[in-house]
């Protein structure tokens, strides 16, 4: 089943069509405004993976090597990349989210209790 991506160039945003057939006509439009002024893009490909080959992928150690528990930068990598590989997007607040979290870590340190 072909997916085909239109960028808006009214609103500049991207929309998906999905076909059931390549044979199947698309009439083109913003999924978000209506704008009817779309052009095609490429899209990204996607590999689909089974659950045991994303778990065998996570389980594999050189993925935490470059992990420094005490930098919020290389957990926030790790964490991506692990996100990526169960095929999750981890959202515009991650950043704020593992901030806070580091923040609140910070303010309850051992040497505090």
């Known amino acids: ?25 698309v009439n083109p439009y913003c999924k ?3 704008s009817k002024e779309v052009r095609r893009i490429i899209s990204r ?7 045991e080959k ?11 090597s470059d992990l420094d528990e005490n930098d919020p930068g290389s957990i ?3 964490v991506r990349r ?4 169960l095929g999750d997007e981890l959202g515009e607040g991650f950043e704020e989210s593992m901030e806070g979290a ?12």
């Open 76 to 78: 926030e990598r790790v």
């Open 102 to 113: 580091f923040q609140e870590e910070s303010a309850t340190s051992p040497q505090d209790l």
């Open 1 to 25: 089943m072909p997916i085909y991506e239109y960028y808006c160039d009214t609103c500049k945003r991207p929309s998906s069509f999905m076909l059931l057939r390549t044979t199947e006509e």
């Open 54 to 64: 994303r778990m065998e992928s996570l389980l594999d150690p050189s993925k935490f």
């Open 32 to 34: 978000t405004c209506g």
């Open 82 to 85: 692990m996100g990526r590989e």
């Open 45 to 51: 490909v996607a590999v689909l993976k089974s659950e």
